[in-house]
């Protein structure tokens, strides 16, 4: 009974949170007529410092991710050309490790979104974010589980050998 709620769930879940996330990106938003004083000088040292501050939040994203997968592609060319016999298990631990990696890049990649949108956010700024964050989230939590079930069929697969 379990086994078939979480079944649904799984199927479920994804098709509610893109539809979620299709309709908040649907909405028609009138953007609210702002009067922006060109002599506030904190808003804009504001906004200019944690525009820094979210371009290193995506550069670290971008180094992260591209780190793992230099680092992924070189262990899967060694064990290509060792023509090592546990060559399908390497290449579950090659997975893990760059899923691992990914999951990071897409945690300071929502984060320099919601940097971004932290100075003088409007309501479209607000839903925008919303949305994405929404989408990266879901991406991150398909990610982590799978990462999940490849662990545990390890770990059982692990026990049945010994």
């Known amino acids: 009974m379990k086994q078939n709620r979480d079944s649904l769930v799984t199927l479920l879940l994804p098709f509610a949170l893109i539809l979620g ?4 990106l649907s909405l028609n938003v009138e953007q609210a ?29 971008a180094i992260v991710i591209g780190l793992a997968v ?10 290509v050309l060792s023509r090592s016999r546990v060559h399908f298990d390497s290449t579950e631990l090659i997975r893990l490790q760059l899923g691992r ?3 990071l890049g897409l945690e300071f ?4 979104d919601i940097l971004r949108t932290a100075v003088a956010p ?5 839903l925008n974010l919303g949305a994405i964050v929404l989408l990266r989230t879901l991406l991150n939590y398909f990610l982590e589980r799978e990462i999940r079930q490849v662990e545990q069929s390890r770990s059982s697969d692990g026990e049945r050998v010994n």
């Open 21 to 24: 996330l299709v309709l908040l």
């Open 33 to 61: 007529d702002r009067v922006v004083t060109s002599n506030d000088l904190l808003e804009s040292w504001l906004k200019v410092t944690i525009g820094y501050l979210a371009a290193v939040a995506e550069i670290s994203a």
């Open 70 to 79: 230099i680092q992924g592609f070189l262990t899967y060319l060694k064990q």
């Open 101 to 103: 990696a990914l999951a």
């Open 109 to 112: 990649s929502v984060a320099s």
């Open 122 to 126: 409007n309501r479209q700024d607000i």
